[in-house]
């Protein structure tokens, strides 16, 4: 029924506007310079009128039936439904609201006694901070101390016993060459180290102002061969020095380069337990010229064999052995010395069975 009452509606309105038009079309013929054309464009205008009333009255028509209507039976059709009392919908709104509050009390507490937990580790870790910092500054000092201490130690023992065989000869009323020859070295062991303590002071400084640079490596070789006979931890060693040439000139300063090969010395004696052959041998390699330090201790494992050069790091005794117990500085501070001269410090097998320390360090220019 509705669909018909929907179709006859639209029907009755638009036969209507459909005949309109139809009037307007067949007087819409026109007639040029006829009598009647002044009545021809007034019949037309009221055409369009009709067709565009009759359009706007179907389109209210179409919205009553298909969009108006709808609705109201929608809303007719809530009024009838049952509604909770307004009381309990109140009562309900209230409850919650009520929740939310206590909800939100307790959500307040949890957050102040995390912001004071978040707080008091904040404080904890500034502390944390600080001291880590204090650590770092005393680790450094400690490395500083460390480093002067290796570095002085060799000269100081030499001098040391030096000293000794001084007091033992004048003890014998010994000639006065061999004390002299004691005297030189006790002044050469509190120069070089004068010298280490002005490097240590001034760490800038150019190794380009050496006044000992270059040197002849075979001199020095054979004055710490010398001087290996009053060192505690060397005086024990058979050193054995082999050369193919009278001389080896090199671009280094010669107080460096006894310096590490002292220290090279004093690994192998600590590896041997201060008892053995070291054989230093010397060659040149074109622009290069070559020393092997060669012993019969365990050698050094291939694994090891850089990080040994690495600072702290040791393989030495710590206690119960004869050699001393490292700090792994002497290897760090010699390979940085050669290098800076533009050489290098490697470690391999040795023939001997135990390790082999080679130094490369350059011929002077001409």
Not at 127 to 151: K, T, W
């Amino acid at each position: 029924m509705q669909n018909r009452a929907r179709w006859l509606l639209l029907a009755a309105v638009l036969v209507p506007g459909l005949v309109v038009g139809a009037m307007a079309t067949s007087l819409l013929t026109p007639v040029d310079g006829g009598p009647h054309a002044w009545a021809t464009e007034t019949t037309l205008w009221l055409g369009i009128a009709a067709v565009l009333a009759v359009t706007f009255g179907l389109g209210l028509a179409a919205m009553r039936l298909w969009i108006i209507g709808p609705v109201e039976r929608i809303a007719r059709h809530m009024e009838d439904l049952p509604l909770p009392p307004e009381s309990d919908a109140l009562a309900r709104i209230e409850a919650a609201l009520d929740w939310y509050r206590r909800q939100n009390a307790r959500d307040r507490v949890l957050l102040a006694g995390q912001l004071g937990a978040v707080e008091a580790l904040r404080d904890e870790a500034a502390g944390a901070r600080q001291q880590l910092h204090e650590a770092d500054r005393l680790a450094l000092i400690g490395r500083v101390a460390m480093g002067v201490s290796h570095e002085l130690g060799g000269p100081l023992a030499l001098l040391t016993g030096w000293l000794e065989r001084l007091r033992t000869l004048e003890a014998a009323d010994a000639p006065a060459a061999q004390r002299t020859r004691c005297i030189d070295e006790v002044e050469r062991a509190a120069q070089q180290i004068e010298r280490l303590l002005t490097e240590l002071a001034r760490p800038g400084l150019q190794r380009t102002r050496d006044a000992d640079r270059p040197c002849d490596l075979l001199a020095v070789v054979l004055r710490l061969q010398g001087q290996a006979e009053q060192h505690p931890r060397l005086k024990q060693l058979q050193i054995q020095v082999d050369a193919n040439e009278p001389t080896h000139p090199a671009d280094a300063s010669a107080s460096h380069v006894e310096q590490v090969l002292l220290n090279l010395l004093l690994n192998a004696a600590d590896a041997m337990r201060r008892q053995g052959a070291v054989t230093i041998r010397l060659a040149r390699d074109g622009g290069w010229q070559v020393i092997d330090v060669d012993d019969a201790g365990p050698g050094v494992a291939p694994a090891l064999r850089e990080q040994i050069f690495e600072p702290l790091f040791s393989t030495r005794e710590t206690a119960g052995g004869v050699g001393q117990s490292g700090w792994g500085l002497g290897l760090a501070v010699s390979r940085r010395t050669i290098a800076g001269y533009g050489g290098s410090l490697t470690v391999a097998d040795s023939p001997q069975g135990g390790a082999r320390f080679r130094l490369r360090l350059p011929v002077p220019p001409r």
